[in-house]
């Protein structure tokens, strides 16, 4: 079984930082793509960062120049380092991550439970 845990979320007032993590537990063999997903009331899910095993990284547009996302690959672990942060950017942020793992030998999608980020004004 693959388990994705995230950490980091809160309160913060807007111009403020914070950092979120997700480590990736199991019988794994690899992780291909890591990444972050927001959903905010009344709003699809959106793409914030991913980040591939060999370092490549796509923002959303939203975001850009303001969160930075990274990985420990010896820790199976991404990083989503929120700089300047608006009210606007007030969603629960979602874990996501590419796995190979002995319970299916395909690259099979895994998601985190979620985690509360708010930013007051």
């Known amino acids: 079984q693959v388990q994705l845990v995230e950490s980091g979320g809160g309160l913060v007032q807007a111009g403020g930082s914070l950092r979120l993590s997700c480590a990736v537990s199991?019988?794994?063999?690899?992780?291909?793509?890591m990444g972050w997903y927001r959903q905010a009331p009344g709003k699809q899910r959106e793409l914030v960062a991913v980040i591939t095993s060999g370092g490549s990284i796509n923002y959303g547009e939203s975001v850009r120049g303001r969160l930075t996302i990274s990985r420990d690959n010896a820790k199976n672990t991404v990083y989503l380092q929120m700089n300047s942060l608006k009210p606007e950017d007030t969603a629960v942020y979602y874990c996501?991550?590419?796995?190979?793992?002995?319970?299916?030998?395909?690259?099979?999608?895994?998601w985190g439970q979620g985690t509360q980020v708010t930013v007051s004004s």
């Open positions: 199991g019988r794994i063999f690899s992780i291909n793509t």
């Open positions: 996501n991550a590419l796995v190979v793992s002995a319970v299916r030998v395909l690259p099979y999608d895994y």
